[in-house]
């Protein structure tokens, strides 16, 4: 009798059948896990569709102020998207685990609002973005139910469903059984902590085996093995290889042609947008006088070109590594679209991406110079981070105004009417590469031999101008002019090289370029945005 008033006078919280919180945050994240791993399930069966975590960091993505974006990346480089993911998966494991808590404490419908609120943000993340329409909210949709539905089942399992709702009841739990009348007892439970958590691992490690499959799938899957076995057309008329002269060949310099394993990756996507090629599209349309739809097929039956062409990115800091050259394989986008009649009011081209992307140009630019729809670079299909089955290559402006990956539409239309997505986040509409020069070899801050001969060798673009000059100087002498590699075409860079003998001691190496028109690169610093760094790349070596 002393035990029971015991057991009755004790603060709710202590009570035996209060759930510990641990067992709450359990119950909410293998909820989450289970609720994941059916979004990521989903997004790998339908490719066009994104996880839910994916689209919430998309969105932030899309909405992070540029001063915010800018220091991920001096921060975090290119693991900047890793990170994001992995800063949303914390904070949603953090969330599921207090609403956890919070159903156990509570009563489920805690919970069950909770999770709708997280599915609700899902959802909305995933809307209008990219070509899924109106089965993008899927995932989240379909997870959220998932995860309810789990939270529903564990603490069916564990006997926590009545916990907080009844807490007389539960607490009456605790008389022994022979104390309590028969009639009562069939309306009690019991928390049951072995079958609660016997059920949640079962959950997790499903979740983890299917969100994991998942994954996989969608990395290694379908897309990549229709990427394998496509062959690639003929150019009508194939390019012969550059002279082999534009290679300088210095140790340690960028080679003329950029291995595509080493080409910088750039673009918005969390994770690369995998293309079903049995339903791509390319569409040409807006203010055109005959809209085209042209599926990979057809592409590839249309008459194809071959361009080396230098591609950078507006974010490439003096003396960066955000540029590559490669040959491209495409067809034309000025044939194109003159099948497709460009209206005389239209001055802007815009590329559309699978995932809403967008990067628009001047009409102007098409003056013969070699843009092209690009399916191929360096003799391979593109890879899928370079902007499989598709992408736009316009020689001579930025990555972000003009070189669309994962290609579906291309819109005829005006500047007026329409911004491309950097645009209204605070960078140039225009965006011309601008004249630049590096320094590749020696490496900044190295020690040399002292005495012996010293090759300083580098890259300077200055594409569609071309380049016409390289000059070096080394402390406070005078320029001189660096041996260029063999002139090709004005679409590429340029290697340069300039033999030194280095006395002993620190030296500064400062590089500058002139571009075809004479036009000598400027001194001025100036930082990556809005419209492209400038200023001369300069080093400090030693020599001993
Ligand atoms: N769909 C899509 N295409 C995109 C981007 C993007 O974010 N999404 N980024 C552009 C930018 S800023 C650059 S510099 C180039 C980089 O191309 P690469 O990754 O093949 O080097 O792609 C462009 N095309
Ligand atoms: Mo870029």
Redesign the pocket.
């Known amino acids: 009798m002393s035990s029971q008033t015991d057991t009755l006078s004790r603060p709710l919280e202590d009570s035996p059948t209060r759930s510990p919180w641990w067992i709450g945050a359990i119950a909410g994240l293998a909820s989450a896990a289970a609720g994941l791993a059916i979004g990521e399930l989903l997004a790998s069966i339908w490719t066009s569709l994104e996880s839910p975590v994916v689209s919430v960091g998309n969105r932030v993505v899309d909405n992070v102020p540029r001063w915010l974006k800018t220091w991920a990346i001096e921060t975090f480089g290119t693991n900047d998207k890793a990170v994001l993911l992995g800063t949303v998966a914390l904070l949603l494991a953090v969330g599921a685990a207090a609403l956890g808590i919070l159903a156990v404490r509570r009563g489920i419908r805690f919970g069950l609002i909770g999770i709708g609120i997280f599915t609700a943000v899902g959802m909305l993340a995933s809307l209008g973005r990219g070509t899924s329409g109106l089965l993008a909210p899927l995932p989240s949709l379909v997870g959220g139910l998932v995860a309810g539905g789990t939270l529903a089942l564990l603490m069916h399992r564990g006997n926590l469903d009545f916990a907080g709702e009844r807490p007389a009841q539960s607490q009456l739990a605790q008389t022994p059984p022979a104390q309590t009348p028969p009639a009562q007892s069939m309306l009690l439970k019991v928390p049951n902590r072995r079958q609660f958590l016997g059920t949640a691992a079962g959950v997790t490690a499903g979740a983890v085996v299917i969100g994991g499959a998942a994954r996989w799938l969608r990395n290694q899957g379908a897309a990549a093995a229709e990427r394998l076995k496509v062959v690639l057309p003929r150019a009508t008329q194939p390019l012969p290889d550059p002279p082999a002269a534009v290679e300088l060949g210095v140790a340690g310099a960028a080679p003329f042609f950029t291995p595509t394993s080493e ?7 969390l994770t690369v ?1 995998r293309v079903d090629l049995s339903t791509w599209t390319l569409e040409v349309m807006g203010d055109v006088s005959t809209p085209i739809t042209l599926n990979y097929e057809q592409l590839l039956e249309r008459p194809m070109v071959e361009a080396d062409i230098t ?6 800091e003096v003396g960066g590594d ?1 540029i ?1 050259t490669a040959r491209w394989l495409g067809c034309r986008l000025d044939d194109l679209l003159k099948e497709a009649g460009v209206s005389a009011t239209a001055d802007q081209i815009v ?1 559309r ?7 628009g140009f001047p009409t102007a630019l098409l003056d013969g110079r070699d843009a092209l729809v690009a399916i191929a ?1 360096n003799g391979e299909p ?1 890879p899928a ?3 499989f089955p598709a ?2 290559i316009v020689p001579g402006v ?3 105004v ?6 579906s539409q291309i819109e005829l239309t005006t500047f007026e009417a329409f911004q491309g ?2 645009i209204p986040r605070g960078w140039s509409v225009d965006g011309p590469i601008k004249t630049q020069s590096r320094i590749d070899t020696p490496r900044n801050g190295t020690t040399v031999q002292a005495g012996s001969t010293v090759p300083i060798a580098g890259v300077a673009w200055a594409p569609i101008r071309g380049i016409s000059k390289v000059e070096v100087r080394i402390d406070n002498g005078p320029w001189q002019e660096a041996n260029l590699g063999q002139e090709y075409q004005n679409t590429t860079w340029r290697q340069w090289k300039l033999d030194w003998t280095p006395s002993s001691g620190e030296h500064k190496i400062a590089v500058r370029a002139t571009d075809g028109e004479g036009a000598t690169q400027t001194d001025q610093l100036a930082p990556v945005a809005p419209d492209g760094a400038t200023g001369w790349h300069t080093i400090t070596v030693y020599a001993e």
């Open positions: 080409f910088y990756r750039i673009d918005t996507a947008p591609i950078a990115c507006v974010s490439n955000l590559g590329g991406s699978v995932d809403g992307f967008t990067a670079m593109l981070k370079h902007g992408r736009l930025y990555g972000y003009s070189a669309t990956k994962w290609l997505y950097w």
